[in-house]
């Protein structure tokens, strides 16, 4: 009977040798795998060595061209050119800025208080009354100093009060009207418009406006009704006849004391953020023009920027129209006062740096 033999032991030495040699291959199997994934593979060693320079810069542009996932990115699939990244952003609405126009009125006559005027901050307009002798030079410096100049027509009033020299009153001859218009304008330089001076009845009188309005329009000048009377056909005339023209929202200082003046200053920005333009008439008034100073430093701070009349009227006649659209400019100026436009898809390009 054939007896079957039983396998040897192993001895103690040989597992050792084992475990010695299966290390050694998973060694040498890391090894390969970390040459074979290496920057400085065999190719590269082939190739030359590199300076330090030159490996800080592939690293930087390997990160560069490395996708990183976040807000606006899409994921790109394999195949497309990293240095040609396509990103899609939704653009926010325009901003949006309230509008206020302040007009200085009857300047001219007192050079020191017209010279503190002309000292607010240039967006100020300033008007200026065709009588007094020094009007034009002043209002010469204060076109020269950046603020907007515009001529403060005498219109006869309602009561018995003087409207001062050469004042348009009803009733005249169409010629006769003509000629005081244009000594009125020769008496002021540099100016873009018109606004009236008392005026009361003058300005209810549509018959006598129209020939006044029609000069306007041949001179491209504008109209601020300064609003004396709740009867007014400025307006009205001056749409017929395509002259562009605006209504004074606030009055500064009726009230002559400064609190009335801050209350209006408060009133005029509440008017300001719920219509998104305001035009407000002030004096050159000691009080007026300290409480404006003061006032206008901080205007940005509160929400708000100082404009030019010309641009406020032209974009209410614009928006009246429905021709203005949010963020569009006038005159230089942002404006806003619709609704903000559709969000437009803007089509971004991340570029490698190629140096």
Known sequence: ????????????????????????????????????????????????????????????????????????????????????????????????????????????????????????????????????????????????????????????????????????????????????????????????????????????SGEDLRPVMQELKARGLFFLDSRTTASSAVEKVAQELGVMSGSRDVFLDYERSVAAIRRQLSRTEQFARKHGSVIAIGHPYPETLKELAAWTETIKERGFRLAPLREVLALRQEQTTGLVRAGSRVDGGALFLTPAPPIRKIRLHVRRNRS
């Open 1 to 204: 009977m054939t007896k079957r033999r039983s396998p040897p032991e192993p001895s103690k030495s040989g597992s050792r040798s084992g475990r010695r040699g299966l290390l050694a291959l998973a060694f040498t199997l890391m090894f390969g795998v970390a040459l074979a994934i290496s920057p400085d593979s065999t190719a590269d060693r082939m190739a030359g060595p590199r300076s330090a320079e030159n490996h800080v810069i592939e690293q930087v542009t390997t990160s560069m061209a490395t996708p990183v996932l976040g807000w606006g990115v899409v994921p790109q699939p394999d195949g497309i050119r990293t240095d040609d990244w396509p990103t899609v952003l939704e653009a926010p609405p325009a901003e949006t800025v309230p509008a206020i126009a302040v007009v200085i009125d009857d300047l001219g006559g007192d050079a020191s208080l017209t010279n503190a005027a002309i000292a607010l901050p240039s967006n100020v307009t300033l008007s200026f009354l065709p009588y007094p002798k020094r009007s034009f030079e002043l209002s010469r410096r204060a076109h020269l100093a950046g603020h907007e100049v515009i001529v403060h027509l005498p219109m006869q009033p309602s009561g018995g009060e003087n409207p001062g020299e050469r004042a348009l009153t009803t009733g005249l001859p169409v010629a006769e009207l003509r000629q005081r218009l244009e000594w009125s304008l020769s008496r002021v330089s540099d100016y873009d418009g018109v606004n009236n001076h008392m005026g009361s009845l003058f300005t209810a």
